[in-house]
């Protein structure tokens, strides 16, 4: 079965840095795009990033465009987000999702908590 696990979260300050990682098995990970999501408390979950499956092409929403980079390792199954520049309301549960859009696989998600 489709098994997505995050890690990498953790307590930050404002303009530090942080890099999560996705391992993903059950599936043939390099036949998908793959995706970060977050879940700040109180707001719905919004896309943070997506990537195909070869790598190529990546999006962003805006309020990280120049801060996050997502990659990926396609010989280990594995999705990164490298977040740099952090701000307060970057704290959210950051969730990877199987798909460029979802397709309703998520891991359990990882804490970011950037506060001073």
């Known amino acids: 079965q489709v098994q997505l696990v995050e890690s990498g979260g953790g307590l930050v300050q404002p303009g530090g840095s942080l890099r999560l990682s996705c391992s993903a098995s059950?599936?043939?990970?390099?036949?998908?795009?793959m995706s970060w999501y977050r879940q700040a408390p109180g707001k719905e979950r919004e896309l943070v990033a997506a990537?195909?499956?070869?790598?190529?092409?990546?999006k962003y929403v805006d309020s990280v465009k120049g801060r996050f980079t997502i990659s990926r390792d396609n010989f280990k199954n594995t999705m990164y987000l490298q977040m740099n520049n952090l701000k307060p309301e970057d704290t959210a549960v950051y969730y990877c999702?199987?798909?460029?859009?979802?397709?309703?696989?998520w891991g359990q998600g990882t804490q970011v908590t950037v506060s001073s």
């Open positions: 999702s199987q798909g460029w859009v979802t397709t309703g696989y």
């Open positions: 059950g599936f043939p990970f390099i036949g998908y795009a």
């Open positions: 990537i195909t499956s070869d790598g190529a092409i990546t």
